[in-house]
């Protein structure tokens, strides 16, 4: 029978394919360590090669005698995501990236710590005091449109809203991302009952809403679409960087969203005293003079000098900013509105 | 042990690989519903607007990509079958790597071709035209037909094929003009195929998720399956989760059933053709016309693989491939691939085993009967509960438990399993029947049982089927971003998740090397398995 020997050729084959799976699938890669590893929950664009994770982490680890592994998530509010589905099983220490908007939030899950910092002496508009979240810097949202393209920029949310179809703009998902949340929130803070409607309006000139910044963006320098939600000090990264005026940030009549972004200490870190460190570290002088470069945010600090593309930035008269207790008793119900009304065909 | 002690064992070992297969597809959801606290409102969830807009999202596009896949696949097949020339049998062949090409990887081949800043959108914008949108409901349909124009065209093809000889010879003998001999002749055939590749395609559009994933761009664009995965991974939202899945699972339970209706096998065609000869002349205008509808077609199907190839290369590759990031993905798939082919080969097996076994019994009870069943449906559960939802059960399940991250690997291979189990059934299945049918009888009175009727009765049969199965079952589960999508984590990375990682953080020349290597890998493997278990002259097909 010759169906014997090539059974007897094959079946090792696949014995041994079944062995490696069950080891190399199985084994768990955790390799004892002399250094303790402090792990911080971040947006992707924070932990990028472009981003401010490999200077801080360089200048951190002179020091701490630790390892810092920055896990880049899609974005901000994402991050609050991953923390409600790993639960205190969760192998983050420190997560660096929500927004103010987001606190009660995140205290409500019981998952943080009091930081132990003293955040006095920091400076952010409309104030800001808490005993657990950390503001490490801030910024406002706005549309960045390219010069090339758009010759008559929106002035105002009204100007946006009601502006050509044709024309199109991205948008981050508030379900993910913060400034997706924030420029939820700012057309509340501005139309209050009248959003639902107003983003009915605003749909058709939506290409895509994307899960991140990093998308949204990404789409818009590769000329995809002309105009994106991101902040006012984004123009200074393309003049600093690339040397180019090309893209202005739009300053709206009705007033710009304020975003203070925020780091807190997960309650169940084995490192708890590595990471109070850390966030002493991130609003120290050293890494707040790193954000605004790398990050393109403002500082929390005054002592901090900017470069001089930072002095013509659109300037915002009004800063907005919705109660974070509101937006925590609303925003699953914002969600829905903010769905359906972009979602409805 | 005698033949009878044979068959209940191999009944029995069916059995329970039918039963464990179940238990994992509904598990999640059963205990979930029962233990109660989960339960979905399901009364706010159907009045909820957008939950209307993404079911009538959801059977939009599935209807529009069936009814493009179906019309542009039906003039390529006639113009196919008409034409006789030596590509003929590679262009078939071409038509079957979309069905094995990770989907991520068509999708981004997809936007290389026709996205904004694609081949089309430039040539077209240095004609003074405006370029094309990628984004929503025409990107999906692109993408749809893209990967099911060609497997409709080959159920086409196939049914032309099983027209009879004399009927082509009888209109070459009668001179019938073209479009008698497509009245008469190929639309009867056609016809035949039709309802079954219709249904097969819809039902294959309806739980589509990656390519609605990457191309839906936003709320507006989401289907049901996506919308499951938003509610867990975007919301948070267990119960909004819970319910839209059952909304799923009953729209695709309606849709199959409206399949098996039409007497068509949902996961069938896979046959490269026979050789039917044709008599037919063709007309001037045919003769001209044929040839062109081939060519575009082929262009359509066969340039996202160029434009995946060209860009792939353009990538720092030397980079991508030493990089640890990619050779860990890599290491993971491999590992999670070859644990759920070989799984799911071992549990389809038994299964098929056991309803052979049942199928030569002395009687036909009704125990037998209702075991049929259960095993048949252990078979195709999957197609009705898609994987996503599969995953998202059992996510919201373990999280009560354990560490959802950490018992991922586990839920990915067992869900990636389940979903190779239709097609490693079809593959598998009719050539049991074979053996049995041949040499099954002689087996019984020999008396020859376990191990030696394996290795003499089913194996010299099914090892064919069985390397194709199992090649399958590896592509299907190395391409595959349903189910790693809700598990996937900084510490378990497969290569899909990393693509989809990478085209996230629009690093586009990494996404475009390292869905080359993804989809080169796919190929490979299947070719090495295939090579592994075939001898030389049995791989020309």
């Known amino acids: ?345 | 042990m005698n033949t009878r002690t044979d068959r209940r064992i191999r009944i029995g070992a069916g059995i329970g690989a039918a039963l464990l297969a179940i238990a994992f597809l509904l598990g999640g959801f059963v205990v979930l519903l029962t233990a109660g606290g989960q339960a979905p409102d399901f009364e706010s969830l159907a009045l909820d607007p957008y939950v209307r807009a993404i079911f009538g999202f959801t059977l939009l596009q599935a209807g529009l990509s069936t009814l493009l896949s179906v019309l542009l696949a039906i003039p390529f097949a006639l113009a196919l079958h008409r034409l006789r020339f030596p590509g003929r049998r590679l262009i078939l062949r071409l038509f079957l790597l979309p069905q094995a090409l990770p989907v991520l990887v068509g999708a981004l081949a997809v936007i290389t071709i026709w996205g904004r800043n694609g081949v089309v959108s430039e040539a077209m914008a240095s004609l003074g035209l405006p370029r094309l949108e990628i984004y929503g409901l025409s990107g999906i349909l692109v993408a749809h037909v893209f990967f099911n124009m060609p497997l409709a065209a080959r159920l086409f093809v196939s049914a032309l094929d099983r027209v009879p000889a004399e009927a082509w010879k009888l209109s070459g003998q009668l001179a019938l003009p073209s479009t008698t001999v497509f009245r008469l002749v190929e639309w009867p055939a056609l016809k035949s195929a039709l309802p079954g590749a219709a249904a097969l395609i819809f039902m294959l559009c309806v739980t589509s998720f990656t390519i609605v994933l990457v191309l839906g761009g936003g709320p507006a664009a989401t289907t049901l399956e996506v919308a499951v995965y938003q509610a867990l991974r975007y919301d948070f939202d267990p119960a909004r989760a819970i319910g839209l899945s059952l909304i799923q699972i009953v729209l695709t339970a309606a849709v199959l059933s409206v399949t098996l209706r039409f007497g068509r096998d949902p996961a069938g065609g896979f046959g490269l053709g026979g050789k039917a000869r044709r008599f037919d002349a063709a007309g001037p205008l045919r003769g001209l016309l044929d040839p062109l509808v081939v060519a575009a077609g082929t262009l359509f199907v066969v340039s996202p693989f160029v434009a995946i190839l060209v860009s792939g290369l353009a990538a720092d590759l030397s980079r991508l491939v030493t990089e640890p990031a990619v050779i860990d993905a890599a290491a993971t798939s491999l590992a999670v691939s070859l644990a759920a082919a070989c799984l799911s080969l071992l549990v389809s097996t038994l299964v098929l085993m056991a309803i052979e076994a049942l199928g030569r019994g002395p009687r036909q009870g009704v125990a037998a009967r209702s075991a049929r069943n259960l095993l048949e449906l252990a078979t195709s559960l999957v197609l009705v509960v898609s994987p996503v939802i599969v995953g998202a059960g059992w996510f919201l399940l373990l999280r009560g438990f354990t560490d959802v991250l950490a018992a991922g690997p586990y839920v990915v291979v067992a869900t990636n399993a389940v979903m190779a189990m239709p097609f490693i059934v079809r593959i598998v299945g009719p050539a049991l029947r074979e053996a049995n049918a041949g040499t099954g009888r002689l087996a019984e009175s020999l008396g020859l049982t376990g191990l030696a009727r394996l290795v003499f009765v089913e194996w010299p049969v099914l090892r064919r089927p069985m390397a194709l199965a199992f090649a399958f079952a590896i592509a299907l589960s190395f391409g595959d971003l349903g189910a790693i999508a809700l598990f996937g984590s900084n510490d378990f990375v497969t290569l899909p998740y990393l693509l989809l990682q990478r085209m996230g953080s629009y690093r586009t020349a990494d996404a475009a090397g390292l869905a080359l290597l993804l989809g080169l890998i796919t190929i490979a493997l299947m070719a090495i398995v295939e090579r592994g278990f075939i001898e030389r002259r049995d791989i020309a097909v």
């Open chain 1, 1 to 345: 029978m010759p169906a014997l020997p090539r059974i007897r050729r094959t079946l090792p084959a696949i014995v041994a394919a079944a062995g490696i799976l069950a080891t190399g699938l199985l084994a768990d890669p955790a390799v004892a360590e002399e250094k303790p590893t402090l792990t911080v929950y971040t947006y992707d664009s924070f932990s990028a090669d472009w981003g401010p994770g490999p200077q801080l982490k360089a200048a951190f680890e002179k020091t701490c005698g630790c390892t810092l592994d920055f896990v880049g998530l899609e974005d901000g509010v994402a991050i609050l995501n991953r923390l409600k589905l790993e639960g205190p099983s969760t192998k983050a220490d420190i997560a660096l990236g929500l927004t103010s908007d987001l606190i009660p939030e995140a205290k409500a899950t019981g998952m943080f710590a009091k930081s132990g910092i003293d955040t006095s002496g920091l400076t952010v508009p409309t104030g800001f005091s808490d005993d657990v979240f950390v503001p490490y810097d801030y910024s406002y949202l706005a549309f960045v449109y390219d010069t090339e393209t758009v010759k008559t920029p929106p002035k105002s949310l009204d100007d946006l809203v009601s502006g050509d179809p044709g024309q199109k703009i991205v948008i981050e998902d508030p379900r993910t991302s913060t400034p997706g949340l924030g420029f939820l929130l700012w057309m509340k803070a501005v139309y209050g009952d009248e959003a639902a409607a107003k983003w009915k309006a605003l749909q058709p000139r939506i290409l895509t809403v994307t899960p991140g910044w990093s998308e949204a963006y990404g789409l818009f320098t590769k000329g995809e679409v002309p105009i994106v939600l991101s902040y006012t000090t984004s123009p200074a990264y393309h003049e600093i960087e690339e040397g180019t005026e090309r893209y202005k940030a739009a300053g709206f009549s009705e007033g710009q969203y304020l975003q203070i972004e925020v780091a807190g200490i997960l309650k169940d870190s084995p490192h708890a005293e590595l990471a109070s460190e850390f966030l002493a570290f991130l609003v120290g002088k050293d890494a707040q003079s790193v954000l605004p470069t790398t990050n393109w945010t403002l500082p929390v600090r005054g002592d901090v000098e900017l470069p001089a593309a930072f002095s013509h930035l659109v300037t915002v008269a009004k800063p907005l900013l919705i109660d974070a207790d509101t937006v925590a008793k609303n925003r699953r119900a914002w969600t829905n509105e903010w769905l359906q009304a972009v979602g409805a065909r």
